[in-house]
């Protein structure tokens, strides 16, 4: 992969997110700076309405900021057109999402190329049996979702993110339906995909376990960025959530909508 001239693969500068006017207002984020370097994994994390999905979305081009900037590497969001920023979405960035968001009708393969397909670009083939080997689905690329197990599933979804070599890719509780076991092995492969393959992951996700695997951790709360740590274990990781939980608002924002 060519790497991009500077080392951040993302960045939020003052990002604000505004829902609502007057007495219903509400602030999902409330200015956030953070960085996300190159050959990492970060994972964000926060209690309910914290705004980490906001960020997400806002970094992944998925939602417009209300203020601030965004860019990937040295492509600033702000102001793309729709055209422009479904093209950036599409050639160099990931997603896995938690409920997969794959095609019913197509096979697993063809899920997997189909960001490609659409771009009018071929895989490269060594690269593509790269990404099956080491997601151990070789043997399910002629099946389709329905007869897949939900691990199978996100794996093709992982598959599908990695193929096509993005800068980044964002994952929105990536482990959410899947039971410990598949998680494990989503969450092993993200991190070989940082440590073997030099991809940048960024991931939300409420579970500590799941953070664990993660350089970094990022916690918001109120929509802001309140501690960061690096290489934390997952009782780490718990312990901070835990008194997070436990720290009264400060400004309200425990109204916020679920889905911030």
């Given at each position: 992969?060519?790497?991009?001239?500077?080392?951040?693969?993302?960045?939020?500068?003052?990002?604000?997110?505004?829902?609502?006017?007057?007495?219903?207002q509400v602030h999902a984020l409330a200015g956030v700076t953070a960085d996300f370097v190159r050959g990492?994994?970060?994972?964000?994390?926060?209690?309910?309405?914290?705004?980490?999905?906001?960020?997400?979305?806002?970094?992944?081009?998925?939602?417009?900021?209300?203020?601030?900037?965004?860019?990937?590497?040295?492509?600033?969001?702000?102001?793309?057109?729709?055209?422009?920023?479904?093209?950036?979405?599409?050639?160099?960035?990931?997603?896995?999402?938690?409920?997969?968001?794959?095609?019913?009708?197509?096979?697993?393969?063809?899920?997997?190329?189909?960001?490609?397909?659409?771009?009018?670009r071929k895989a490269d083939q060594h690269w593509f049996d790269t990404v099956i080997g080491r997601l151990?689905?070789?043997?399910?690329?002629?099946?389709?979702?329905?007869?897949?197990?939900?691990?199978?599933?996100?794996?093709?979804?992982?598959?599908?993110?990695?193929?096509?070599?993005?800068?980044?890719?964002?994952?929105?509780?990536?482990?959410?339906?899947?039971?410990?076991?598949?998680?494990?092995?989503?969450?092993?492969?993200?991190?070989?995909?940082?440590?073997?393959?030099?991809?940048?992951?960024?991931?939300?996700?409420?579970?500590?376990?799941?953070?664990?695997?993660?350089?970094?951790?990022?916690?918001?709360?109120?929509?802001?960025?309140?501690?960061?740590?690096?290489?934390?274990?997952?009782?780490?990781?718990?312990?901070?959530?835990?008194?997070?939980?436990?720290?009264?608002?400060?400004?309200?924002?425990?109204?916020?909508?679920?889905?911030?």
């Amino acid at each position: 992969m060519t790497a991009p001239p500077t080392a951040v693969a993302a960045r939020a500068t003052d990002l604000k997110k505004i829902y609502g006017t007057g007495d219903t207002q509400v602030h999902a984020l409330a200015g956030v700076t953070a960085d996300f370097v190159r050959g990492e994994f970060t994972a964000i994390m926060g209690p309910s309405g914290s705004g980490k999905s906001t960020l997400m979305h806002c970094l992944a081009g998925l939602d417009t900021a209300s203020s601030g900037s965004v860019s990937i590497g040295d492509t600033d969001l702000t102001n793309l057109t729709d055209k422009q920023m479904t093209l950036l979405r599409r050639d160099r960035i990931g997603f896995v999402f938690q409920s997969f968001n794959l095609v019913p009708t197509l096979t697993a393969k063809e899920n997997i190329t189909l960001p490609l397909d659409i771009a009018g670009r071929k895989a490269d083939q060594h690269w593509f049996d790269t990404v099956i080997g080491r997601l151990g689905i070789a043997d399910r690329l002629g099946h389709r979702p329905s007869e897949l197990s939900g691990g199978q599933q996100q794996r093709v979804a992982c598959a599908r993110a990695l193929v096509g070599q993005p800068e980044i890719i964002f994952g929105d509780e990536p482990t959410g339906n899947l039971d410990s076991r598949s998680s494990g092995e989503v969450l092993s492969i993200l991190r070989a995909a940082v440590s073997e393959f030099g991809q940048t992951v960024v991931i939300v996700t409420h579970d500590p376990r799941a953070a664990s695997y993660a350089d970094r951790v990022v916690f918001l709360a109120d929509g802001q960025i309140v501690q960061e740590l690096r290489n934390p274990d997952a009782d780490e990781i718990f312990e901070y959530m835990k008194n997070l939980d436990e720290t009264p608002s400060s400004g309200g924002f425990s109204q916020a909508p679920k889905e911030l």
